[in-house]
Nanobody
């Protein structure tokens, strides 16, 4: 199982970014996929998740601003982030559970600053 995240960068407050995470080595379309983030000095937290059926769940801090989605034809998970705030600055990680094990992609850094 491999998860390859991309799409981070530096953006001004109020701006947008889209993160991607390509999965391989498992039946992507059946598996719940998640985005987590970790800011310096803070614990990693769940940002959003999407089930294989397309049901979504969001942290309160990102509701209405972030949208998680998936393209099962491309084995790719997305996180559209709008109205970004400085407090969204963190490393973002995609994640899944598969056959009893937890897998993480490498982090992609998002920095929101003017």
């Amino acid at each position: 199982v491999q998860l390859q995240a991309s799409g981070g960068g530096l953006v001004q407050p109020g701006g947008s970014l889209r993160l991607s995470c390509k999965g391989s080595g498992f039946i992507f379309r059946l598996i719940t996929m998640r985005w987590h983030r970790q800011a310096p000095g803070k614990q990693r937290e769940l940002v959003a998740e999407v089930t294989g059926a397309g049901n979504t769940n969001y942290a309160d801090s990102v509701k209405g601003r972030f949208t998680i989605s998936r393209d099962n034809t491309k084995n790719t998970l997305y996180l559209q982030m709008n109205s970004l705030k400085p407090e969204d600055t963190a490393s973002y990680f995609c994640n899944t559970d598969y056959r009893g094990r937890v897998y993480w992609g490498q982090g992609t850094q998002v920095t929101v600053s003017s």
